[in-house]
């Protein structure tokens, strides 16, 4: 789900409310309580991270914005009771825009940086546990994501993540 903030411009600039739990439940939204906040600094252009998620015990949802540069989001559901399992969502988020991208637990995410020196900042509603991942390959062809460019960089582990079955 994409969220857009009300920015408030000013002589001085902007000042705009970038979470706000009373908000969040007076829209209907799923509570959503971060506990930690994380900064991925990608100084390279098409640097690919993900997709990530936790094993179901240790599932985490996310709020992920970018505070410098662009990326195209995806998460994809790997929620087998939801209506949407198995299908994904990209956006494109940039700094300018300020939108972020909610990301439910059972989800998983992942980015490709759409320009250089890109930083994204995740809000977490669960801390991390090492050792809990598991991935999906950016190119599994179960899933069709309509990447908008190749990767020109990215970690071994995401690059060898087996086809999905499930």
């Not at 993900?50 to 094993?55: A, E, F, M, R, W």
């Not at 980015?111 to 977490?124: E, G, H, I, N, R």
């Amino acid at each position: 789900m994409r969220i857009a903030p009300e920015p408030h411009h000013d002589p001085r600039g902007l000042f705009a409310r970038l979470f706000c739990p009373i908000e969040w439940a007076a829209a209907g939204l799923a509570p959503f309580s971060p506990v930690q906040m994380n900064l991925s600094r990608n100084p390279t252009l098409h640097t690919l991270r993900g997709l990530h998620l936790q094993h179901p015990a240790h599932a985490e949802a996310k709020l992920v914005r970018v505070t410098q540069g662009r990326i195209f989001d995806v998460a994809l559901d790997l929620r087998p009771e939801s209506p949407t399992y198995l299908q994904w969502a990209g956006v494109e988020l940039d700094a300018e825009g300020m939108q972020a991208l909610f990301i439910p637990a059972g989800c998983a995410h992942g980015f490709l940086s759409l320009a250089p020196d890109t930083d994204v900042l995740y809000l977490m509603d669960r801390a991390h546990v090492p050792n809990q991942g598991r991935g999906v390959r950016w190119d599994d062809p179960r899933f069709a994501i309509a990447w908008p460019a190749e990767p020109v960089l990215m970690d071994a582990r995401d690059a060898s993540w087996p086809d999905w079955t499930n």
